[in-house]
Nanobody, 117 residues
Framework: QVQLVESGGGLVQPGGSLRLSCAAS????????MGWYRQAPGKQRELVAV???????NYADSVKGRFTISRDIAKNTVYLQMNSLKPEDTAVYYC???????????WGQGTQVTVSS
């Protein structure tokens, strides 16, 4: 069982920044992809950004140029740096990890991001 511990959400004004963190309880070398999804009220969960173990990152069109996904191999942690935040970025953000073996995936508990003046 893989545990994912998220942190970094909160309330921020439009144009502000936040950084989300997600620490995995498994070696990053066991992981196929790490990513962030979000779900706004009344909407389906959507991909925000994903970083594979080898290969280029992928972003939703709505966050390109504003959000950056990265990882710290030593800390088994994935980050989401969110800049130029907009009210439409308001959602619960979920960390997602997919393992190499069986492509089994795990979800974090979710962290609320609210962009409002």
């Amino acid at each position: 069982q893989v545990q994912l511990v998220e942190s970094g959400g909160g309330l921020v004004q439009p144009g502000g920044s936040l950084r989300l963190s997600c620490a995995a309880s498994v070696s990053i070398f066991s992981i196929y992809t790490m990513g962030w999804y979000r779900q706004a009220p009344g909407k389906q969960r959507e991909l925000v950004a994903v970083i594979p173990s080898g290969g280029s990152t992928n972003y939703a069109d709505s966050v390109k140029g504003r959000f950056t996904i990265s990882r710290d191999i030593a800390k088994n942690t994935v980050y989401l740096q969110m800049n130029s935040l907009k009210p439409e970025d308001t959602a619960v953000y979920y960390c997602n990890v997919r393992l190499r073996v069986g492509r089994v995936e795990y979800w974090g508990q979710g962290t609320q991001v609210t962009v409002s003046s």
